[in-house]
C-alpha cells in the first residue's frame, strides 16, 4: 500500500472514532438522565462543557501538528481518546463522569488540525481524499446511536458502547504507531521527554539572536505579509455552521422520540429512536462524498456552501415544524445536503492557508467549528425544558440563513487580502 493511501486510511479511521466517541452521548442522553438523576439543561452544560474543549483544543493542537509532525501528534490522540473512552464507561457518579467526558473531548479535539493538515501535506488529490474522510466519519456519526442503542437493548447499559470504542481505538493506535509514512516522523515516548529541553534551546538561540539584533537601530523581521479576507469570512462560516452540527446532531433522537408516533409509543423509544438516527444520519455519507468529490471538479469551489446553505436554511424551518412522516423526511432531506458542508470548508481551508501552517489553519477553523459550536448543545437543553426541542430547529434555520449570507460575501472577498508588515526598532537612549 503507498503512503497515501494509508493517509487516508489512517485518518478516514481515526475520523470514524473521533466522531463515533463523541456522538454516543446523544443516543443514550435519556438513559444517563434517568439513572444519574439530573435534568436536560445539566446534561446538556456537562456536554457543552466537553463538546467546548473538543473545538478549544484543536487550537493547540494545530500548532503541535505543525511543531512536531500531524502523525505523531495524531497517534497521541487517538491513545488518548481510547483511554478516556473507557475511563467514561468505567465512570461511577455525575463529577466523574462529567471530567472523563470532558477528557474525551480534549483528546478528540486533536484529530482534525493534525489528520487533516496530514491529508493536506502528503496526499495529491486532497478533494477525494477530503470527501472519503468526510465518509468514514458520517459513518461514525450514523453508527453510533446503533451501538448506543444496541448497547442499552443487549447489556442494558450505556456504559458498554464506551468501553466498545475504546477498545477500538486501542487497536487503531496500534495501526498508526506502526504505519511507515513517508516524510512523517513516528510517535516515540522517550522523544517525548526530548521535546521541552530542544524547545527550551531553541528558545534559548532565538534570546541570544535578538541580543545580537538590537545593535542595529531597526531591523525589519519580515517582508509584508498577506492574509486573505476570505478566510475570516469563512472561520465566521464556521461557527454559524458550528451551532447547525452540533445542534441538530445532539438532538435528533429527542426530536424523533417526542414528534414520530410509532417511536414515541413503542416499547423502547429511546432504542428506536437511536436506530431511526442512524438510518437518517446514514444520508449524509452520500452528501460527505460528493462534497469532496465536487470541489475537485470545480472551477469555483466557493460556490458549494452558497448551494448548501441555499437548501438547509428552509429544510431546518420544516423540521421544527414537522411530525411523524414529514420530519423523518426533511430530516432525510438535511442529513443529504448539510454533510456535503465539512468536505468543502476543509478544502477551502487548505486553498487559503500556506502549507507549513494548515495545522494551524485547521486548528483554528475547528476550534470555532465545535468549541464556539457547543455552546449549541447548552441552548438546545434549555429549549428543550423550556418550550420544547422543536422550537430550537426554528432557531438554527435563521442561523443557516446567516451562513448563506456569509457563503455569499465569500464569493465578493476572494480577491481581497490584508497586507501588513512590521519590524522591531530600538528606542533611542
Known amino acids: 500500500m503507498t503512503s497515501e493511501r494509508k493517509v487516508v486510511w489512517l485518518t478516514g479511521f481515526s475520523h470514524f472514532f473521533t466522531h463515533g466517541a463523541m456522538t454516543l452521548l446523544p443516543a443514550v442522553l435519556v438513559v444517563i438522565t434517568g439513572e444519574q438523576g439530573i435534568s436536560f439543561t445539566d446534561i446538556g452544560l456537562i456536554a457543552t462543557i466537553g463538546y467546548f474543549l473538543y473545538g478549544f483544543g484543536a487550537f493547540p493542537a494545530g ?136 524547545t527550551d534551546r531553541s528558545a534559548s538561540v532565538t534570546e541570544k539572536m535578538s541580543a545580537v539584533d538590537t545593535t542595529s537601530d531597526s531591523q525589519p523581521l519580515s517582508e509584508p505579509a498577506i492574509f486573505p479576507l476570505v478566510m475570516l469570512l469563512l472561520l465566521l462560516g464556521c461557527i454559524l455552521s458550528g451551532f447547525i452540527f452540533r445542534g441538530s446532531l445532539t438532538f435528533f433522537p429527542m426530536l424523533f422520540q417526542q414528534d414520530v408516533l410509532f417511536i414515541n409509543q413503542s416499547d423502547r423509544p429511546v432504542v428506536l429512536a437511536g436506530y431511526v438516527t442512524t438510518a437518517v444520519l446514514s444520508l449524509g455519507l452520500i452528501g460527505a462524498w460528493f462534497g469532496g468529490y465536487l470541489n475537485d471538479k470545480l472551477k469555483t469551489p466557493e460556490i458549494m456552501p452558497v448551494i448548501i446553505f441555499v437548501i438547509v436554511a428552509p429544510v431546518l424551518y420544516y423540521i421544527g415544524r414537522s411530525t411523524d412522516t414529514k420530519l423523518l423526511a426533511t430530516s432525510c432531506l438535511f442529513s443529504l445536503v448539510y454533510y456535503a458542508w465539512q468536505p468543502s470548508q476543509n478544502y477551502l481551508i487548505a486553498k487559503y492557508t500556506k502549507k507549513a501552517s494548515h495545522g494551524m489553519g485547521f486548528g483554528v477553523n475547528f476550534f470555532l467549528l465545535f468549541g464556539v459550536g457547543s455552546f449549541a448543545t447548552a441552548a438546545g437543553g434549555y429549549m428543550a425544558d423550556s418550550y420544547g426541542i422543536d422550537r430550537f430547529y426554528a432557531v438554527m434555520a435563521w442561523i443557516a440563513l446567516a451562513a448563506l449570507f456569509t457563503a455569499l460575501a465569500v464569493l465578493v472577498v476572494r480577491p481581497y487580502y490584508f497586507k501588513y508588515s512590521w519590524k522591531v526598532v530600538r528606542e533611542s537612549s
Request: net charge positive; hydrophobic share 50%.
Open 63 to 198: 500548532y503541535l501538528a505543525d511543531r512536531f509532525g500531524s502523525k505523531r501528534v495524531l497517534t497521541l490522540g487517538i491513545l488518548g481518546m481510547a483511554f478516556s473512552s473507557l475511563l467514561v464507561g468505567f465512570s461511577t457518579g455525575t463529577v466523574f463522569f462529567a471530567l472523563a467526558y470532558a477528557l474525551l473531548g480534549i483528546f478528540a479535539s486533536i484529530h482534525h488540525p493534525a489528520g487533516l493538515s496530514l491529508i493536506a501535506r502528503r496526499v495529491e488529490k486532497k478533494g477525494k481524499a477530503l470527501g472519503f474522510h468526510g465518509v468514514l466519519g458520517n459513518i461514525g456519526l450514523t453508527i453510533s446511536p446503533f451501538i448506543a442503542s444496541a448497547s442499552v437493548k443487549y447489556f442494558d447499559s450505556w456504559r458498554a458502547a464506551y468501553l466498545l470504542f475504546g477498545c477500538f481505538g486501542l487497536i487503531l493506535f496500534g495501526c498508526m504507531r506502526s504505519a511507515r509514512l513517508e516524510q512523517e516522523k513516528d510517535l516515540s515516548f522517550r522523544e517525548m521527554w526530548h521535546w521541552r529541553a530542544s
